[in-house]
């Protein structure tokens, strides 16, 4: 006998719009909740955008809304409902305990989705430690009855959970006892940042809203074989390969935790030694999906998270823009961004390049503006080796990018030209120190 499946948990989803916000955004502010909605398994069957005339401190809606939104409730027959900001401990459980449904803010569906997604251990205890700081203001569970059977944690799984401990004075201890395995980690990712930096290699990562295509196009740049799925937060793990540039240079490239709008600080705290990546990084590639309409929306919330965590231009970290999937455009529309990011990059000096992470369209004009971008600071060094010098020469094809190199066919010297980065003309001119004195002097 064949177990049946259970049935999706049916959601209401809710943008509410308070008074003086902004609507010109509320389209895709809920679509993007209801995509966070049924990427946690659950079945969206309506979505719609409320204005909300006045705040109520206890309830959020007035009682008139109450009403209204109970009777859709009940037509719908939903057992959940999503609204699409962040309520307080007391707004949420007043209206659970009016609507007799499960109420979600949008926190805490983040905060959900981020604990199906996580894999490695680290992961797993920056989420852990983000949903408890989320819940140390809601320890009581009303609503047991839409428990399924599940594994995992969060605020729809069923018995196959840890339920929680309430007692405060346990959670707190819980709490520390995950921020030190996470100062651990922290620890951990630091000396290999360190050993990473030992050799130079400069850093390049890559960010951008959820879903923008940073897996695809790190894939793409790599051959790593992330994960990379049209879903909200694919990627939690930063993943670092090494990549070598049209000069022949060598850098790191790095895979992060996509951004979303209104992210939750509780998560930006859990994850920062995860994103200290972004912030050690030589420059940054903001990756952007212009097949959404609402790009510029996404790339103001980025630029939003990016300055919340002490980085961007603003900081003195290059940033180039890659706007992405302009396979999915037509015609007219790729040509117009073409157009668009050539009058970017005239008006405002901004590096700017339409690519394709799935067709590769675009893609070595990106690699040669990175390669430009870190060259800015290079050196630029002439020799004249004799022939038991091959050493010297060896050294530079390995490190730098040699302009070119002569040999005379009598007396078999050396005219070499090399590019070096700032790092590695350092470390040339320690390495090779006597050599550039007796030419100095010569």
């Known amino acids: 006998m064949t177990e049946t499946a259970q049935a999706p948990t049916r959601a209401l989803v809710i943008h509410p719009l308070p008074p003086g916000a902004d609507d010109s955004r509320a389209d895709a502010r809920l ?47 939903v057992q959940a409902v999503i609204i699409d900001t962040a309520l307080s401990p007391v707004q949420q459980r007043n209206l ?5 449904v499960k109420v979600i803010d949008r926190t805490g569906l983040i905060l959900e989705i981020f604990g ?46 840890t339920q929680i401990e309430t007692d405060r004075r346990l959670l ?64 939690l793990d930063p993943t670092v390969r090494g990549v070598r540039l049209p000069s022949g240079r060598r850098v790191l490239v790095s895979d992060t935790v996509g951004f979303i709008t209104d992210l939750p600080t509780e998560l930006i705290a859990a994850f920062r030694a995860t994103l200290e990546e972004v912030r050690e990084a030589d420059i940054l590639v903001h990756v952007r ?54 009058m970017a990059a005239s008006k405002s ?20 503006a990175v390669d430009a971008a870190l060259g800015r600071d290079d050196e630029r060094i002439s020799l004249d080796l004799e022939p038991g010098q091959a050493e010297i020469a060896a050294w530079l094809h390995e490190h730098g990018e040699v302009v070119s190199d002569r040999r005379d066919a009598k007396t078999g010297q050396i005219r070499i030209e090399a590019r070096l980065a700032g790092p590695d003309a350092g470390r040339f001119r320690a390495k090779f120190a006597a050599l550039l004195n007796d030419q100095a002097e010569a």
């Open 349 to 368: 000096r901004a590096s700017v390049h339409p690519v394709s992470a799935v067709t590769g369209e675009g893609v070595s004009a990106l690699l040669e």
């Open 116 to 161: 199906e997604r996580a894999r490695t251990r680290e992961g797993r205890l920056q989420v852990e430690l983000a949903r408890l700081t989320y819940e140390r203001s809601r320890l009581v569970r009303t609503w047991t009855h839409l428990e399924r059977q599940r594994g995992g944690r969060g605020f729809l799984a069923g018995p196959g959970e």
């Open 31 to 77: 679509e993007e909740a209801s995509g966070l909605a049924i990427a946690l398994g659950l079945e969206a069957v309506d979505a719609i955008i409320e204005p909300v005339r006045k705040l109520e401190a206890g309830t959020y809606f007035g009682k008139g809304k109450l009403e209204t939104l109970h009777e859709r409730m009940q037509a719908l027959e």
């Open 289 to 342: 999906d212009l097949s959404d309409p609402d790009h510029e929306g996404r790339k103001a919330d980025v630029e939003s998270v990016l300055t919340a965590l002490d980085c961007g231009p603003a900081h003195g970290q290059p940033l180039i823009e890659a706007w992405n999937k302009i396979d999915r455009l037509d015609a007219e529309a790729r040509d117009d961004a073409v157009w668009a990011a050539r």
């Open 172 to 235: 707190a201890s819980k709490m520390a006892k995950l921020r030190r395995e996470l100062e651990q980690v922290k620890r951990t990712r630091a000396l290999h940042r360190t050993r990473r930096q030992a050799a130079p290699w400069p850093s390049i990562a890559l960010v951008g809203y959820t879903n923008a295509g940073k897996s695809t196009l790190f894939n793409r740049l790599t051959a790593a074989g992330v994960l990379a799925k049209d879903m909200p937060f694919a990627t």
């Open 96 to 100: 659970e305990k009016r609507w007799q």
